[in-house]
Every structure is written in C-alpha cells, then in structure tokens.
C-alpha cells in the first residue's frame, strides 16, 4: 500500500509539472539590486506602508536600513540603525503600523542570540529613532517575525514560541504574557525540540496564525492577553506517516476562510480555516513529489509570501528557485503561474515584499539546504494588467465528463486506451478511493465520495494509461 501511495504521489507532481510551465506570464522587469555581503545578510524587506518611496531592510548584522527608492533604478541608502543600538541583536523581520517599524531581532541562525523586538520611529525616514527595544528573558534561538495588532505586538520567538507584547506606550515595551506550543504534535517518535520554532505568523481579531515549525500550524486564541490558549492544529498528515518527518511550516497568508501555507520543500498549503478547531486541507502546490523528496536537492524552499486577492496569485520566495507565483483562482487546484530567477543560477532568496506593482527579493548567502553566494535585495516590477483566461478542466480532460461532477461521470476511453481497463480514483493524500474494471469504450461511473480534489488514473492491459484531476462539487 506505501508503493502505491508514493507512487500515486509521483505521478500527480508529473501530472502537475506537466501543466504548470510558465501558464500566465508577469513580464517582470528586474531594476535594480541593493548588495550588502555575506557578513552582514539581508533578511526581508518591506516598502513603506504609508505609500511614501521608501524601502526598509531587515540586514541582519547590519541592523536597520532604510532606502529612498524615488527612482527604483538608483535606490539611495538614507539612514542605518546598527545593532549596537538594539541591544547588540540582528534584525531578522520587520512590519509597519503608521508611523513605527517593529523589529523582530535575534539571528536564528547558525550563531543564534536571544530573542527580542525593537520600535523604531520613522516619522521621518531619514532620521529613525530607536523608542525602545525588548528581549524575551531566557531566549536562547532569535526571533522570527513580528505581527501588531491595535495596541498589541506578537512576537515569534522561534522555540521560546509566542510573546505578546504591550506596546501602547512606543517608549516603554511591556511583557503581556509568553505560550510555548507543545512538540508533542504532530505524533513523532523523539521530537527533537531544535526543529519547533515560532517563525511565521497571522493575526486577525485576536486570533494569532502560527506557523510552528515542524509543529505544524497552531491557532492560539489570544483574546485573554494574559492568557493565550491553542484552540487548533494543523499538520498534513501524509507528512510523518509513514516517514515520521513532518517538514516545515514557515508562513501563513490569511484569505478569508482559506489559508496558504508555505511549507518548505513541500510547497503550498491551501487550509479551510472556517473551523480553526478543524482545520482541513483545501488544496496543495506541491510540484516536486513531498514527502518522498529531499532538503538538500529540492527545486523549492517556500518561505516568506504575499497576496494579490484581485489576481488570485500568491507570490512565494523558493530559496533556490527565487521566486515562484502560485494562482490559487481554485483553490482546490493550485498551480504554478510564473517564476522569476531559476534553480541554476546559484542564488536563493529567503524575503518578499510588495507593493502595488513591485516586488523586493532578499537574498542570503548559504551552503545548506542549497548554495547561494549573494546576498542583497532585487527590485522587480511587473505588468498588474496580466490576465489568464483559464481553459476549463472539461475541456482539458474531454474524456471524462462532467468534470467537476457529483460523483457520477462518464469516461469516453474508446480512442485512447480501449476496453479492459482499471480505473483508479486517489484523494489528496494519495490514498485509493475508488477502483474497479471498465469494460467498454463508454462507461458511466457512480461513485460516493465527498466533496474534493482527486486523481484518476486509467491503465488497460497494454500498459497505455491516462491521468488527470478529477474535481467533486456536489
């Protein structure tokens, strides 16, 4: 039965590869780069939220810089904010609420430093001002990212988990209360805490997104500041069954009742959120064969992410392929859109920012999980005006009808593979649903199956054999 799923799972990512090349164009426009050295990284990078043309980077041993991007094709470094004024911690994340930057410092990384958060004034770009800055006590691993809500600033803290910080008065930071989700799930054999970070993060009327790590996605109900509580989990299951490796959740995008996760070298999640209590897979951008492919030779290392909701596309930084668009117009069927970079280039990103029609890439320099060996911010733009008119899945697929269905199809064989067939019908999760002979050239097929995405698969005795998706509404 493991066979059968693994392989199952194989031909799926070719199916997918097969119709994913390059199917809607961006016309991206590379600008300008912003080199910094492997000494002194850049992490990520955000513009300026008040739309002013300013472009601000978390540069890891170099602190806090910030650009004047006026003309994107000669950004001009305007002001530093060193380490030495944030309590000797790297800048790794950043985010923006009016007029103040929050920082999440701490390299995570192969030297790691305690975990801490910084506010930074921007009023004036030019001239930043440190208001104050915080440190998790007994933090040991960095910090991963920040998030602000209202008054309220939620600090990943990789394995000291979620801090909820108060940050009412910009000048005096004050500690709210600290939840360390359990390492207990998913189940593994001897879980090895090193690889449960809170790194990746939502917050959305008090309810923080939580990407854990190997921990999969934790909901953390923070409406009681002093006390979160976890309400909900998520890990594909097909993860660490049977393998027991659960990979990495890294961040979270929230679009409505739907979440796309990204999830290292396993791609792109598509969650309903709609009951956080049970959660469930929607949909899955999963191009090179998670979870029988390996860290150290994956194409895709999916990081940080953003959302275009009026283009449907998910924008993902992939490490060793740079950057890859995922159009989740169906959600159930995520796809690949475009790239920018590629896989031979020996660079790998880690940061994405955008803003309206520009995109900023960070590069790191790094020998694992692949070799990178420039580190800096690529400014791209891209044409917004792109659209797809997309070939419904019927027509893709006209021998089996109707497609989306309710169950019941019929299969038109005849050219293609004949009578004596084996039709075989698999969920998300690569496990068999449906099978049985067909024995004629047109065949009706009557099946009970909930609503979702499927493969199906036709083999006949000559070894002939045809693949696709299959799509239950009911």
Same mark, same amino acid.
């Not at 991206?28 to 050295?37: G, L, R, V, Y």
């Not at 004036?124 to 007994?138: K, L, R, S």
């Not at 400014?379 to 697929?397: G, K, L, M």
């Not at 019941?408 to 998300?428: A, D, K, M, R, Y």
């Given at each position: 039965?493991?066979?059968?799923? %693994?392989?199952?799972?194989?031909?799926?990512?070719?199916?997918?590869?097969?119709?994913?090349?390059?199917?809607?164009?961006?016309?991206?426009?590379?600008?300008?780069?912003?080199?910094?050295?492997?000494?002194?990284?850049?992490?990520?990078?955000?513009?300026?939220?008040?739309?002013?043309?300013?472009?601000?980077?978390?540069?890891?041993?170099?602190?806090?810089?910030?650009?004047?991007?006026?003309?994107?094709?000669?950004?001009?470094?305007?002001?530093?904010?060193?380490?030495?004024?944030?309590?000797?911690?790297?800048?790794?994340?950043?985010?923006?609420?009016?007029?103040?930057?929050?920082?999440?410092?701490?390299?995570?990384?192969?030297?790691?430093?305690?975990?801490?958060?910084?506010?930074?004034?921007?009023?004036?770009?030019?001239?930043?001002?440190?208001?104050?800055?915080?440190?998790?006590?007994?933090?040991?691993?960095?910090?991963?990212?920040? *998030?602000?809500?209202?008054?309220?600033?939620?600090?990943?803290?990789?394995?000291?988990?979620?801090?909820?910080?108060?940050?009412?008065?910009?000048?005096?930071?004050?500690?709210?209360?600290?939840?360390?989700?359990?390492?207990?799930?998913?189940?593994?054999?001897?879980?090895?805490?090193?690889?449960?970070?809170?790194?990746?993060?939502?917050?959305?009327?008090?309810?923080?997104?939580?990407?854990?790590?190997?921990?999969?996605?934790?909901?953390?109900?923070?409406?009681?500041?002093?006390?979160?509580?976890?309400?909900?989990?998520?890990?594909?299951?097909?993860?660490?069954?049977?393998?027991?490796?659960?990979?990495?959740?890294?961040?979270?995008? %929230?679009?409505?009742?739907?979440?796309? /996760?990204?999830?290292?070298?396993?791609?792109?999640?598509?969650?309903?959120?709609?009951?956080?209590?049970?959660?469930?897979?929607?949909?899955?951008?999963?191009?090179?064969?998670?979870?029988?492919?390996?860290?150290?030779?994956?194409?895709?290392?999916?990081?940080?992410?953003?959302?275009?909701?009026?283009?449907?596309?998910?924008? %993902?930084?992939?490490?060793?392929?740079?950057?890859?668009?995922?159009?989740?117009?169906?959600?159930? %069927?995520?796809?690949?859109?475009?790239?920018?970079?590629?896989?031979?280039?020996?660079?790998?990103?880690?940061?994405?920012?955008?803003?309206?029609?520009?995109?900023?890439?960070?590069?790191?320099?790094?020998?694992?999980?692949? /070799?990178?060996?420039?580190?800096?911010? *690529?400014?791209?733009?891209?044409?917004?005006?792109?659209?797809?008119?997309?070939?419904?899945?019927?027509?893709?697929?006209?021998?089996?009808?109707?497609?989306?269905?309710?169950?019941?199809?019929?299969?038109?064989?005849?050219?293609?593979?004949?009578?004596?067939?084996?039709?075989?019908?698999?969920?998300?999760?690569?496990?068999?649903?449906?099978?049985?002979?067909?024995?004629?050239?047109?065949?009706?097929?009557?099946?009970?199956?909930?609503?979702?995405?499927?493969?199906?698969?036709?083999?006949?005795?000559?070894?002939?054999?045809?693949?696709?998706?299959?799509?239950?509404?009911?």
């Amino acid at each position: 039965m493991k066979n059968i799923v %693994l392989a199952a799972l194989l031909l799926l990512c070719f199916l997918h590869k097969l119709s994913a090349q390059n199917a809607c164009p961006m016309n991206f426009q590379w600008k300008s780069d912003i080199a910094s050295t492997c000494a002194t990284m850049t992490m990520t990078m955000m513009h300026d939220a008040g739309d002013r043309p300013y472009l601000y980077v978390a540069n890891k041993e170099a602190g806090l810089k910030v650009y004047e991007i006026t003309a994107l094709t000669a950004p001009t470094l305007l002001a530093t904010v060193p380490t030495s004024a944030l309590g000797n911690l790297d800048v790794m994340h950043l985010t923006q609420n009016g007029n103040f930057l929050y920082l999440a410092l701490g390299n995570s990384f192969t030297n790691p430093q305690q975990g801490g958060m910084a506010i930074i004034d921007v009023t004036t770009p030019a001239q930043p001002v440190v208001m104050d800055y915080f440190i998790v006590p007994g933090s040991s691993s960095g910090g991963g990212i920040v *998030k602000t809500e209202g008054t309220i600033a939620y600090l990943g803290a990789m394995q000291s988990g979620l801090v909820v910080l108060d940050v009412t008065d910009k000048q005096d930071i004050k500690f709210v209360s600290q939840v360390i989700p359990s390492i207990q799930f998913p189940r593994v054999p001897n879980p090895n805490p090193n690889l449960y970070n809170a790194r990746g993060m939502e917050v959305k009327n008090s309810i923080v997104y939580l990407c854990y790590d190997a921990g999969g996605v934790r909901i953390i109900n923070c409406t009681n500041k002093q006390a979160p509580v976890e309400t909900g989990r998520w890990c594909n299951p097909i993860m660490y069954k049977p393998l027991n490796h659960p990979k990495a959740y890294n961040n979270i995008i %929230l679009d409505d009742t739907l979440a796309y /996760v990204a999830v290292d070298y396993a791609g792109m999640e598509v969650l309903s959120i709609k009951d956080t209590t049970a959660i469930s897979l929607v949909g899955w951008w999963n191009p090179y064969n998670a979870p029988s492919n390996n860290w150290f030779t994956s194409p895709v290392h999916a990081n940080e992410m953003h959302y275009i909701p009026s283009m449907k596309r998910v924008f %993902l930084s992939t490490g060793k392929s740079d950057m890859v668009v995922v159009d989740v117009t169906n959600p159930k %069927l995520p796809d690949s859109c475009t790239i920018y970079g590629g896989e031979s280039n020996g660079l790998g990103t880690w940061g994405i920012g955008l803003h309206k029609n520009q995109l900023y890439l960070s590069y790191i320099c790094a020998l694992v999980p692949f /070799v990178s060996n420039w580190t800096g911010v *690529k400014i791209i733009t891209f044409d917004t005006s792109v659209t797809e008119v997309e070939e419904p899945i019927a027509t893709q697929n006209s021998f089996i009808m109707p497609n989306p269905n309710n169950g019941t199809f019929t299969i038109n064989n005849g050219e293609v593979l004949g009578t004596n067939s084996t039709l075989t019908i698999l969920n998300i999760l690569g496990q068999i649903t449906h099978q049985q002979m067909l024995y004629s050239e047109r065949e009706t097929i009557v099946m009970t199956l909930p609503n979702g995405l499927y493969s199906y698969h036709l083999f006949n005795i000559y070894g002939v054999k045809k693949s696709g998706k299959l799509i239950i509404e009911k």
